[in-house]
């Protein structure tokens, strides 16, 4: 995604996986991993097999490395969960850190924040799906989806002051609102593909969508 001027903090991007010369027969290389690109690694399978399905064996398969070369870097799976959701948490948490979010009238704030969702969400794919699929069985998901509701919560707050400014229709129920905003975005998960026709427009067609049908004028 192209980062707008006042984008959320920058977050450390994905390491490449680096190879060493092994000492074996045909002196193959085999893959040199950190914690960074380890999280990678699991958010691939966590999304392919679910968490609580996903083994230390399939993790350590996944990556070509033994287990216990993969718990020289992690101490187990929930930690590599709680630093894929810290990723995407701070995507969606660093828009309402931005310029845009914070001032102007609520509903300027509120569509902005809405296209920048679908930014984040289609240039942290893996990461946001997995955020989405998260379902509290763990202390980690229980943590990531409190976040989620911290987030939906502002977004509803907003709906209440567009409503307040006679911006968007007194009928108009903030939270439901808030709720039907989150899927339309979130749905995105489902469908979107990198490269896709249209991808480009994604953000714009989003918020012209919502403005006219979940948040329209008064």
Known sequence: MTAAPDGPADRAPSRPVRTRRGRGPGDARRPVYDAGSLVTVAVAEF???????????DLSRAAGISKSSFYNHVSGKEELLRAALQRALDGLFGILEERAAQNGPPLER???IVRRQVEVLTSELPYVTLLLRVRGNTDTERWALARRRAFDATVASLVADAIS?????????PWLAARLLSGAVNSITEWYRPGRAGAENL????????????????
Do not use: C, F, K
Request: charged fraction near 20%.
């Open 110 to 112: 509120l569509l902005h």
């Open 165 to 173: 400014e006679g911006q968007v229709r007194a009928t108009v129920q």
């Open 47 to 57: 999304n392919t097999r679910g968490y609580d399905a996903t083994s230390m064996e």
């Open 203 to 218: 953000p714009d067609d989003v918020v012209r969508m919502v403005s006219g049908g979940i948040l329209p004028s008064a």
